[in-house]
Structure formats: structure tokens, C-alpha cells
């Protein structure tokens, strides 16, 4: 069966969230108006091109910092304001809500449902920037922290997340500024072997190549090996079914920005908190781009599971920028140019880096 998406009626206020978190309730408003399917855009539209964050100019980075702004100072009981757009992931993958119509949980992680949630989320997320800053062309940028290729080190974190003010989140380990480069050998805790071992500049990134070219280019030649294990609708989720990516190098960055002085690792580290961060969307445009450019990849069977009905089928809930709660479907978030935005593009080193 497909997963029929959450029950927005069933949602737990504090779903598993952690000690000492500072959360009120994970929980979307309900909707004042009928749930909508989803319908694609005008093809006309011009293309949101999201670009490398690094490369992003001065007026990008104004716009950028506006367009937080304007929804920081959303209310908060706005589906559209950061508060809430934060907490969707607090309540989607935290066993916050049941899936429709059942007594089960729903939880998005480690399943085959990662990719396509991330990409609906920051589609609507972008959506409503765009309408706030009343630009329809505006695009989220993409944090490259794949690349580590000098002189630019497009990994390291843009400066203009710790000077613009709608863009900066206190709750990040500091020592990971600037000239600090993401060490995908990280994990959840923060613990890095590379760190302990005190490893070089040159040591890290080739560890982080490596493991770059085994998390998406060797050992990702199966759908499942990329995207996921199958989470048939009506089942629990209780296994891990993450591919070596989600919790390689995806969750690496998750545990090499958040603070190790907070009792959670917030805001990245936690699912609860994770997308209290700016950068988490930014960091989650990288991923969807590392899908588009994996399916690309020569060798293997690299689609997604467009011959499972169950996974086409499968469903979720998003408010977009007008507020209304819009129902999606997996297979509506195949073809990104449908969805009017587009990737420059990058070189990827690691997937040359066979060693
Ligand atoms: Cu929903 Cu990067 O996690």
C-alpha cells in the first residue's frame, strides 16, 4: 500500500522529542479550508535556478536575508512562518502525526520516503519565499559542502550565515566557521575519527571524497542503496532503512554544524531542531541536487522506484504560499523542470575519485 501521509488531526504535540528541548508543540495548525491536491505550476513560469551558495552576489544575499525576514515575522500560527515551517520537520519525523486513517506512525527518515519528502519541503519552503519577497524567480541557494576543490572551498560555511541577521542561528558549533571544512567522517554525537586523529587538512578531504564516491557512486547502484528501504503505508516504521548516504555524509553535516554544547546538538543535530537552522535548507537543496546528479551517473540501475505503485503513490501534506494545505504525491516530484527549478551546475570531484 502507499503511504496515505498524516492525519493532521492526530498530531502529537510533543512527538519524540528530547530532554531538555525547547519546543511547545511540533504540530501544524489545522487547515481553515478543504485540503487541495496538488497541480502543477504554469510551465511558463520563469525557472528558479538555485545556485551554489558560495557564488551567490551581494544582491542575492540581501534578497536572501529579506526573504527570512519577512518570514520570521510571520505570526506564528502562520503554516507559512519560519516557526512552522521549522516544525514541519519536527512533526514529520519525529512519529508526530498517524498516517491517515490508522493507528500507525509516520516517520519519514530512513525510508524511501527521504528524497521525495526533503524535495516537497523545500519546494513549498521555496515557494513561500518567493511569494513573500514577491518574486516568483527567487531560488534557495545550495550549500556545495561536497566539494572541497580549492581556491573557493565551496564546502566551508558562507560567511554571510554568520553577518546576516535573518540567516544566522546562534546554535551552531562555532568552531566549524570559516575556515573550518565540513569533515563527513562526523557523525550524530559530533565525534569525527578524523578529528581525533588529528587528521590534515589533505587527509580530510580525501576521506571525504572517499566517501563520497562510496555513499553515491559505488556502492549506490540500486535505488534502495541511494534512496532508501521500501516503508509500505500501513507500516510501522521500526528498522533502519537509510542508505549510507542519509546517514553518511547527509548526516555528517547535520552533526558537524550543530552545537556539541547543547543538550541536543541543536538546532542541526536533532530532527526536532534541524530546520530551526537556515542552513538546513540550504544543506537539503545540496542533497536534492546530489539525487538529480546520482541518477545521472553511469553503471547500476540509478531511478527511483517508478515501477512500485506504493512508493508513486504515497502521499504527504504541505501548506504552500497561500496557506492552503496542498496534498502531494511522490511521483509529482520526479521531474524537477515540472517543478520549475533547476541546478547550475557544479563539477562533483568525488565522482571521479575512484581509489
Ligand atoms: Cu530531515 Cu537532513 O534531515
Redesign the pocket.
Known sequence: LPNMGPDMYTCKKHAVVPPYSTVVSCCPPLPTRPIKDFKFEDQTLPMRVRRPAHKVDAAYIEKYNRAYRLMRALPQDDPRSFHQQSNI?CA??GFGFKQLGINVTLE??GTWL?FP??RW?IYFHERILASLLNDSSFALPFWNWDSMMEPERPSQIPEYFYTMPALVDPLRNPRHRTPAVPDLSTDLTGRSPMDIKNATLEEVIESNNNLLYQTVVSGATLPSLFLGKPLRGGVEKTSLGASAF?VGP??A??GWVGDPAQPNGED?VH?YS??RDPI?YA??AN?DRMWCDWKNLPGGKRTGFEDDPDWMESQLLFYDENADLIRVKIKDSLDIVKLRYTYEEVDNPWAHHDS
Open positions: 520537520h514529520y519525523c519519514m527518515h527521504t519528502f526533503h519541503y542519509e547527509h548526516g553535516i547535520h542541526m530532527l534541524a530546520a538546513f544543506h537539503h542533497c
